[in-house]
């Protein structure tokens, strides 16, 4: 019988994080779910040694290897290995509250109409609240975590040709399919510091970086905004 979550956690680099993101996991109360781990080519730890740690802390991990091709592709990757209802991509740098996945299941069990439910978060101390979801806010703007319970069938896959904003580029890609998603109004995960915040600068911060500017442009033009 097939799990109602597949967790989906693409990994480079970042064993230690992968850790603590697994001991959240571990203390869920749902427990009806998978973990596919995508070893994006990573050398801080051998795949063998991986699967063997992994397996120790969640006997429900399952691990498969790949040369690096980055987050989109190992999230794809991930996904084409997963068997569950309901599908989340969880980075090795996040830390799930206990009741994060029974409260985003809920979300989608009672809400037939909507695809994927999101929540706010926090990125080391600083929190994002964010707000209900809107369409023509999600056009103009990214705010939605990746870190979101999805409909496996509304998945329209990650485009591995993106570098930056591959999260706005899915959202956007699955509203233009009719679908929406539901804002959960609560905290439920952590980003522990360190990683790549790019999506999350401050808006003065955002106006001054070439890269987020071009990135922006490139989904824009990608999506017909422009």
Same mark, same amino acid.
């Given at each position: 019988?097939?799990?109602?979550?597949?967790?989906i956690?693409?990994?480079?680099?970042?064993y230690?994080?992968?850790?603590?993101?697994?001991?959240?996991?571990?203390?869920?109360t749902?427990?009806?779910?998978?973990?596919?781990?995508?070893?994006?080519?990573?050398t801080?730890?051998?795949?063998?040694?991986?699967?063997?740690?992994?397996?120790?802390?969640l006997?429900?991990?399952?691990?498969?290897? #790949?040369?690096?091709?980055?987050?989109? %592709?190992?999230?794809?990757? /991930?996904? =084409?290995?997963?068997?569950?209802?309901?599908?989340? $991509?969880?980075?090795?740098?996040?830390?799930?509250?206990?009741?994060?996945l029974?409260?985003?299941?809920?979300?989608?069990?009672?809400?037939?109409?909507?695809?994927?439910?999101?929540s706010?978060?926090?990125?080391?101390?600083?929190?994002?609240?964010?707000?209900?979801?809107?369409?023509?806010?999600l056009?103009?703007?990214?705010?939605?975590?990746?870190?979101?319970?999805?409909?496996?069938?509304h998945?329209?896959?990650?485009?591995?040709?993106?570098k930056?904003? #591959?999260?706005?580029?899915l959202?956007? %890609?699955?509203?233009?399919? /009719?679908? =929406?998603?539901?804002?959960?109004?609560e905290v439920? $995960?952590?980003?522990?510091?360190?990683?790549?915040?790019?999506?999350?600068?401050?808006?003065?911060?955002?106006?001054?970086?070439?890269?987020?500017?071009?990135?922006?442009?490139?989904?824009?033009?990608?999506?017909?905004?422009?």
């Open positions: 019988m097939s799990p109602k979550i597949s967790i956690i693409p990994l480079y680099n970042q230690n994080k992968l850790l603590k993101c697994l001991e959240s996991i571990k203390k869920q749902f427990t009806d779910f998978e973990i596919i781990i995508v070893n994006d080519g990573s801080d730890i051998e795949h063998n040694e991986l699967e063997r740690v992994v397996s120790c802390q006997a429900v991990v399952s691990c498969f290897y #790949q040369e690096n091709q980055g987050a989109p %592709s190992a999230r794809n990757r /991930g996904f =084409k290995e997963s068997h569950g209802k309901y599908i989340i $991509f969880c980075d090795a740098d996040i830390v799930m509250q206990p009741d994060m029974e409260k985003m299941n809920h979300v989608l069990d009672e809400n037939p109409d909507i695809s994927y439910a999101y706010s978060f926090k990125f080391g101390f600083k929190k994002f609240k964010l707000w209900e979801f809107d369409a023509d806010r056009r103009k703007m990214p705010y939605i975590h990746t870190t979101s319970l999805i409909r496996r069938e998945f329209t896959k990650f485009d591995p040709n993106l930056r904003l #591959q999260d706005w580029d959202w956007l %890609s699955i509203l233009e399919k /009719g679908y =929406k998603g539901k804002w959960i109004n439920l $995960f952590k980003v522990k510091s360190g990683g790549s915040i790019s999506r999350w600068l401050p808006k003065f911060l955002m106006k001054r970086n070439s890269e987020y500017i071009k990135s922006t442009e490139i989904i824009k033009q990608k999506h017909k905004f422009l």
